[in-house]
């Protein structure tokens, strides 16, 4: 194997030290956006209809209360 003397007069570069896991298309960033909205969406609504519940049920307890 032979050596070599490699004299380098100037380098000059740019590096950005960048997350590979954080690299996302904006398609990907699209899809996270709409999945999360509807996540919340359904999560509201979820919430609406429990209150609704306990409200008809609190109101179906009153009246039974009221009855004895």
């Not at 740019?14 to 954080?22: E, G, I, L, N, P």
């Not at 298309?25 to 909205?37: F, K, N, Q, V, Y």
């Amino acid at each position: 194997m032979m050596a070599a003397n490699v004299e380098i007069g100037e380098v000059s570069s740019t590096m950005r030290a960048v997350d590979s896991d954080m690299l996302l298309s904006p398609r990907m960033l699209e899809r996270i956006a709409e999945a999360t909205a509807l996540r919340i969406k359904d999560r509201d609504a979820h919430e609406k209809r429990a209150h609704a519940e306990r409200r008809i049920t609190g109101g179906v307890a009153e009246e039974r209360d009221e009855e004895k």
